[in-house]
């Protein structure tokens, strides 16, 4: 059993840490006031972006190390720009916010398969090699923890882990965080106090973008390879994640690895013989079933901000 678990994590990890980002993404998005459920669109995005910049990098330079943290950055700056539609249908407009996130899954899907299909003929985008695993010097010789934790990991898991510390950091312990919280929870005091809470949220938004196309990139330069205009649903499990873990980061943090490891768990426990009795489609839904009864559970004690979702009529005219 020692053996089958110490096979898994490190999978689970990896799988992981796109969730991670994406919903800490969400996370300053709804501090700042704006519901955003085009998660799933924006990490299409990035995942596009990247595919195509570091596929046309590497049939020119090959398979230096620096092309796919090109890939990165131009990943998360396309889905920052695309996720201004997203808040200027919900700040300046005043869209109904749950419509427009919607509509950002739905416009990312099809257009990125669009211009992947004109671009290769296919819809796919395939990368020629991604972020290698390796083992992390000294920690991983440490018995158990480095087995579990340091063995087969990638570069973008401690970037991400590193981007987690700065989000809590910034949230709670800088002014920046608390104009943003302060948008999110009470917005015309806020904007008494002389903070530019349309300009805060849009600041959100744009940072949700450039995680969530982070995220998506993350997955294509990992475990997938190739383009392919689907995410598999991982935004909206973000979201679910965001909320599980009470729109805290390392809330977040405790309900994206168990998201990430129970999905883990389902997807090879055909080929564990001790997880192999259970029936797949249980293990499967399994975690959406837990973060609903905790949902039921918790809804009292919400930590959602009090203003999230609702626009922002400035008094200033």
């Known amino acids: ?114 211009l992947a299909r004109n671009i290769t003929g296919s819809g796919n985008i395939r990368i020629t090699s991604g972020f290698r695993p390796f083992d992390f010097p000294i920690l991983s010789d440490i018995p158990i923890i480095g087995d579990l934790f340091f063995t087969n990991t990638y570069i973008t898991t401690w970037l991400v882990l590193i981007l987690l510390l700065l989000s809590a950091f910034i949230l709670y312990k800088t002014p920046f965080g608390l104009r943003l919280r302060a948008c999110g929870e009470h917005p015309h005091a806020a904007e008494a106090a002389g903070i530019r809470v349309r300009a805060m949220r849009y600041v959100g938004v744009m940072i949700s973008g450039a995680f969530a196309g982070l995220g998506g990139a993350v997955i294509l330069m990992t475990y997938s390879g190739e383009f392919t205009g689907n995410v598999a649903g991982l935004g909206f499990l973000a979201l679910a994640s965001l909320i599980f873990g009470q729109w805290k980061p390392f809330g977040i943090l405790a309900a994206t690895f168990f998201f990430g490891f129970a999905s883990t768990v389902a997807n090879v426990s055909q080929v564990i013989p001790q997880l192999a009795v259970i029936p797949p489609v249980i293990l499967k839904i399994f975690p959406y079933v837990v973060t609903l009864i905790a949902l039921v559970i918790f809804s009292k004690s919400s930590n959602a901000p009090k203003a999230v979702g609702e626009p922002f009529d400035s008094g200033k005219r």
């Open 1 to 114: 059993m020692w053996t089958t678990l110490e096979q898994i994590f490190p999978y689970a990890i990896v799988f992981t840490i796109p969730l991670l980002i994406t919903a800490l993404g969400a996370l300053f998005s709804e501090r700042s006031g704006v519901v955003n459920i085009g998660l799933d669109g924006l990490m299409i995005v990035g995942s596009f972006i990247g595919a195509f910049v570091v596929s046309k990098m590497q049939a020119q330079f090959g398979g230096s190390w620096w092309v796919l943290w090109v890939g990165l950055l131009a990943a998360a700056a396309a889905s920052a720009l695309f996720s201004l539609l997203h808040a200027f249908a919900s700040i300046n407009l005043s869209a109904n916010q749950i419509i427009s996130g919607t509509a950002i899954n739905m416009i990312a899907g099809a257009l990125t398969i669009f």
